[in-house]
T-cell receptor, first 113, second 114 residues
Framework: DTAVSQTPKYLVTQMGNDKSIKCEQN?????MYWYKQDSKKFLKIMFS???????INETVPNRFSPKSPDKAHLNLHINSLELGDSAVYFC????????????FGPGTRLTVT | GDSVTQMEGPVTLSEEAFLTINCTYT??????LFWYVQYPGEGLQLLLK?????DKGSNKGFEATYRKETTSFHLEKGSVQVSDSAVYFC?????????????FGKGTHLIIQP
């Protein structure tokens, strides 16, 4: 069984469009995250949600909006896509108090043309 | 703020060579330390972790020891294989196991040649 899953795996779209990436975890974890990996492989936290509440919101344009319908899901909506949004987006989850380790999804490669 | 510094590579080794990937960190508290591995086209997998000073994490022949005095968490393996070719990330969590995100190093691309 897949622990953290994301859809779609690949997403190609044009500038100005609005798109969503979905994430689901079946680990029973209370906390979920979104990370962005740029073309040089650098990973940076974007958002953290604990039990459906926003905990971390790093310096991310407000075109990016996470939505958590329940603690097993954390979706990422991106409005008015720009070329610089092209990256791989990873969802992750963890259980607070378990030593901080996080479990990552397979990633979504977003290409904005 | 927190930061992680690791050698970026690429690091190219022959099969069965000894591997060391250096990692040092800066943190305000007492972080947990991790090594993650990313194989081509895949997500990140936890390789090993250590949660307190002098702890040694180990998995699949890889080891790393949490050295508080040198703020380091170097990754080692005695004999690498072609299948170890991947990008390795050192990371820390400074949140006491809470909801903080991980702070990652820039990743080290490891290439093992037969």
């Amino acid at each position: 069984d897949t622990a953290v899953s994301q859809t779609p795996k690949y997403l190609v779209t044009q500038m100005g469009n609005d798109k969503s990436i979905k994430c689901e975890q079946n680990l029973g974890h209370d906390t979920m995250y979104w990370y962005k990996q740029d073309s040089k492989k650098f990973l940076k936290i974007m958002f953290s949600y604990n039990n459906k509440e926003l905990i971390i919101n790093e310096t991310v344009p407000n075109r990016f909006s996470p939505k958590s319908p329940d603690k097993a899901h954390l979706n990422l909506h991106i409005n008015s896509l720009e070329l610089g949004d092209s990256a791989v987006y990873f969802c992750a989850s963890s259980q607070p108090g378990a030593g901080g380790e996080q479990y990552f999804g397979p990633g979504t490669r977003l290409t904005v043309t | 703020g927190d930061s992680v510094t690791q050698m970026e590579g690429p690091v190219t080794l022959s099969e069965e060579a000894f591997l060391t990937i250096n990692c040092t960190y800066t943190a305000t508290g007492y972080p947990s330390l991790f090594w993650y591995v990313q194989y081509p086209g895949e997500g990140l997998q936890l390789l090993l972790k250590a949660t307190k000073a002098d702890d040694k994490g180990s998995n699949k022949g890889f080891e790393a020891t949490y050295r508080k005095e040198t703020t380091s968490f170097h990754l080692e393996k005695g004999s690498v294989q072609v299948s170890d070719s991947a990008v390795y990330f050192c990371a820390l969590s400074d949140g006491g196991g809470g909801a903080d995100g991980l702070t990652f190093g820039k990743g080290t691309h490891l290439i093992i040649q037969p």
